[in-house]
C-alpha cells in the first residue's frame, strides 16, 4: 500500500500516507463515471462527509429558475485532511456502503 497510483484526473498526490483500502491514491481503489464539486458541510461521521453545491432548476410554468442543493455523504480519506468548509472535488466510485458511491480526490482552493 504504499506505492502512489496515477488516477487520470490530473489531481496533485496527497504528502501524506495512509493505510484506508479505499483511498483512491494509496489503496488503488477504482474510480469512474460522474464528477462534482462542492462544499463540505460535516465531517462527523468516521472518514465520512457531506458534501453540498447548488444548482439551478428551471420552473416552465414561471419561466424562471429557482436554485436547488445536492447533498451526496462521501468518503473522506485520512491522507486529504479534509475539514468543514473546504471546497472539493468528487468522483463516483463502486458503491463503499449502503449510501457511499462517491470519494473525494481533490481539496480546490
Sequence with gaps: MNKVIDIGLGVKVPDE???DKHCVFHAGFK???????GVVVRTNAQKTAVVE???LFYLSKYQRYEKRRSRLQVHNT????IKVGDKVRIVESRPISKTKNFVIVERLL
Design 53 to 55: 453545491w447548488e444548482r
Design 31 to 37: 474510480i469512474r463515471g460522474r464528477e462534482f464539486i
Design 78 to 81: 485520512l491522507c486529504m485532511g
Design 17 to 19: 500516507k495512509c493505510n
